[in-house]
């Protein structure tokens, strides 16, 4: 089965989702280190662990009711293919997760397995799985590959986000939205989320790290060249699954094992990117391609798009295990870091103790105690601060990000409102924007 892209309709139809609403959290420890409010939209508290399942939830939903589906067929040991295993044990529709034969399985395979898809080895590279998923799909009646993040049912579903983040704080516009970014989907979604509630100032922060920033690499070229492989000379390949070759897209577990794509999505030609062979821990930030909705949505919005070393990213992870005793994979706490280390008063400079700042926690199934500890071990700690933001570097070796007051405590004057949690309000009670804007950072940062 063949499935359609259409994107135009994102912000006017409601997903069909099988998410759950998720808390948003005031974090003490990060507000009264960051010296403005800092509130955690927790993704990982979804069923499935990360907020793939808004997107695959609603593709998958859309899929069944309007063109049959019969059959999820997914790719890769990936949180997008937890999605849909756990969104076909929801509808009652089979799932086929093709994967290539790796040696150990990662953490996320179990749960893959827990939502009783059916996991086949197939191949040795992730090329080859994919072509396995391809030809099964072919001859399975009913069978739906779910391997494009360019759907407007997925923003849709990312969409919903923003609709609860407005009723969990009381309609109080946020000074900045801070988020990992991947494929590009999500990004798409929170600006899709902030139209419908008419928060087109709030400016994003989208943070990769520097070996997954296919987003930032995206964004910086002309807009008729922004179909950009994540693999140099491939292809775009499908977004909701690593890239296929040549891409950083091993961790510190597994060595790389890809091999080029030919996407069988019609795309425009891909732009050839160099990029390093190093492989990178923040595996969940790896895209075959970047949704091309979200870079013409980026172009509409404030998007600051910022990477972060990895050292960074494994830093905030720890950090955010001991404090708010939550795990997260790598990726998800690149966008942590931000907080961390204290580079939001970089961007948002007019950041008060009345300001509040939303990080979305996507969250993530494919990370372990163990595999924390032994990427942790790979890096310095505290990690230097270098992030770089278009063609601008940011340096700091000595980590001095954490203000104080005079008795060296942090700022004490953080005193936010209690709000209530209502997170299981509906999008369509929001108020929608008619027309979108391209505002400044300056004017955005009021609280």
């Given amino acids: ?77 990936t949180n997008t293919a937890l999605a849909v295993a756990y ?42 799985a994919y072509g396995a998923a391809r030809a099964f799909a072919r001859k399975t009646d009913g069978a739906f590959v779910v391997d494009t993040a360019n759907d407007g049912s997925i923003v849709s579903g990312h969409s919903t986000i923003v609709a609860e983040i407005s009723v969990q704080l009381q309609r109080r516009e946020p000074a900045a939205i801070i988020t990992s970014v991947g494929s590009g989907a999500l990004l798409a979604g929170l600006i899709a989320g902030l139209r419908r509630c008419s ?25 008729e060249k922004q179909h950009v492989s994540a693999a140099p ?19 510190c577990d597994s060595p790389s094992q890809s091999a080029p794509l030919q996407s069988s999505q019609p795309q425009t030609q891909a732009q050839t990117l160099p990029r390093g062979p190093e492989p990178t821990v923040a595996t969940c930030l790896l895209s075959g391609s970047i949704c091309p909705s979200a870079l013409r949505l980026a172009r509409a919005h404030a ?27 790598i990726g998800c706490a690149a966008a942590l870091s931000v907080v961390a280390k204290g580079l939001v008063h970089q961007i948002v400079p007019a950041l008060g103790p009345e300001s509040h700042v939303v990080v979305v ?24 601060i270098i992030a770089k933001s278009g063609h601008e570097i940011f340096m700091r070796m000595l980590d001095s990000s954490q203000p104080s007051t005079a008795n060296g405590s942090g700022p004490s004057n953080i005193t936010p409102t209690p709000l209530h949690d209502n997170s ?9 924007s008619t027309a979108a804007s391209t505002p400044s950072i300056a004017a955005s940062s009021r609280p």
């Fill in 233 to 251: 000379g491939v292809e775009v390949a499908p977004a909701l699954i690593p890239p296929l070759e040549g891409g950083p897209e091993s961790d």
């Fill in 303 to 329: 998007v600051v798009p910022l990477s972060v070393t990895e050292a960074m990213s494994v830093e905030a992870c720890r950090r955010f295990l001991d404090d708010h005793h939550l795990l997260v994979e």
């Fill in 87 to 128: 969104s076909g044990r929801q509808l009652g529709i089979p799932v086929t997760v093709f994967v290539p034969s790796s040696g150990q399985a990662p953490p996320i395979r179990p749960k893959i397995e827990l939502e009783g898809a059916t996991v086949i080895e197939d191949g040795r590279t992730l090329k080859e």
């Fill in 361 to 384: 926690v996507t969250g993530g199934a494919n990370i372990s105690l163990d595999r924390l500890e032994s990427c942790r071990q790979r890096f310095p700690y505290p990690a230097p």
């Fill in 199 to 223: 928060w087109q100032r709030v400016p994003i922060i989208a943070v990769e790290t520097h070996n997954t920033n296919s987003f930032q690499r995206a964004l910086l070229l002309e807009p």
């Fill in 1 to 77: 089965m063949t499935h359609t892209t259409d994107t135009s309709q994102s912000s006017n139809k409601p997903p069909l989702g099988l998410h759950a609403p998720t808390p948003l959290l005031y974090s003490t420890s990060m507000s009264k280190q960051a010296g403005y409010n800092v509130w955690l939209k927790l993704e990982n508290m979804q069923p499935t662990h990360s907020f793939k399942i808004r997107g695959i939830g609603s593709l998958c939903a859309k899929a069944h009711t309007e063109q049959g589906a019969k059959h999820y067929v997914a790719i890769g040991d």
């Fill in 424 to 432: 299981s309000a509906l999008a369509s009670d929001l108020p929608r």
